[in-house]
């Protein structure tokens, strides 16, 4: 099995979480959810690793994958004193 990370973060002026880092190459997406963000990432995730084979060492290429999402999320909100 290969476990690829993929780290995204929140933009809350454009109101979208987006890929900070990954190790699939060349992936690269964004979501208005992290639902949607994982799974935009899920189904390019194929392709990806087919067309940048070359890139990825032998033992990560053979499947079945698997895609962990790790998300940061920072906000600053007013409270009550």
């Known amino acids: 099995m290969s476990l ?3 780290h ?16 699939v190459p060349g992936l690269v ?4 959810t992290l639902e949607k963000l994982r799974d935009r990432a899920a189904a ?4 990806l690793l ?4 070359a890139l990825i060492s032998d033992d990560r290429r053979q499947g079945p994958h ?3 999402l790790v998300a ?4 600053t ?5």
Not at 44 to 47: D, G, R, S, Y
Not at 50 to 53: R, S, T, W
Not at 72 to 75: A, M, Q, T
Request: proline fraction near 7%; charged fraction near 25%.
């Open 72 to 75: 940061f999320h920072e906000s």
């Open 44 to 47: 390019v995730m194929p392709e």
């Open 29 to 32: 997406t964004e979501g208005e």
């Open 50 to 53: 087919a067309d940048n084979a």
């Open 66 to 68: 698997q895609l962990r």
């Open 8 to 23: 995204a973060a929140y933009d809350p002026e454009a109101r979208v979480w987006y890929t900070m880092d990954c190790d």
């Open 4 to 6: 690829w990370t993929l």
């Open 77 to 81: 909100i007013p409270v009550a004193a």
